[in-house]
């Protein structure tokens, strides 16, 4: 179970707004790298000022704010024809780059540790890796949980909610870590093993799995 199964209710609520844009021009790739330049600033911003812990009460706020924006970018991709291979590698790409901008600010918490967020950031990219290949072995792109992109928004989230209220989180965090970077790696052997699944079933010379 993951917290991206619940996407299409989200997309719903969207989706006049998405008609908008593209009445007025915006495209997907816009929207996307808009969400990753965002996301840097942001995390640069908390990285220069960590004593001024308010300031971590905006990473909830845009965590919800870019879960739109990857949806928006979806939607126009694929609803009124704005997808493309560059939109593609710009979608994968942006994530990762977004997620190590938001996670890695955590570490200058007191009592937090660098090497886990640093952890955390590389079990993050290879997870998304694992789901890109399922593509590459004839399955489709994989989204399997229990820690996937919205699940690691959710819990980046609250922190960010309780670190910014002035909650002294030094004691949980490395613990808070340490159960993340578990999950994650549950959430790479899902992915892979159900892409496996995935292409197992398929008829024999479907895809491009190299054997």
């Not at 593209?22 to 000022?49: E, H, K, M, Y």
């Not at 710009?90 to 996670?103: C, P, R």
């Not at 892979?192 to 008829?203: D, I, K, T």
Request: aromatic letters at 10%.
């Amino acid at each position: 179970m993951s917290i991206y199964q619940l996407k299409p209710r989200f997309q719903g609520l969207l989706r006049p707004g998405v008609r908008l844009l593209f009445r007025v021009g915006v495209t997907a790739n816009q929207v996307t790298v808009a969400a990753c330049v965002i996301s840097v600033a942001l995390g640069a911003w908390l990285a220069v000022r960590p004593d001024e812990r308010h300031l971590f009460l905006l990473v909830p706020v845009w965590f919800l704010l870019r879960m739109a924006f990857n949806a928006v970018d979806g939607m126009l991709a694929r609803e009124f024809g704005q997808a493309s291979p560059l939109g593609a590698y710009l979608n994968e790409l942006a994530d990762v780059v977004s997620d190590a901008a938001l996670y890695l600010p955590f570490a200058l918490l007191p009592g937090s540790s660098a090497w886990a967020l640093f952890g955390i950031v590389v079990l993050a990219i290879v997870s998304e890796m694992a789901g890109v290949l399922g593509v590459m072995v004839g399955a489709t792109r994989r989204y399997d949980g229990p820690m996937g992109k919205s699940d690691r928004a959710f819990v980046f989230g609250v922190l960010g909610l309780l670190a910014g209220s002035g909650v002294a989180l030094g004691a949980f965090l490395n613990w808070i870590w340490a159960g993340v970077a578990l999950l994650i790696l549950v959430t790479i052997v899902n992915r892979v093993r159900r892409g496996l699944a995935e292409r197992m079933c398929q008829p024999e010379g479907t895809g491009d799995a190299r054997r």
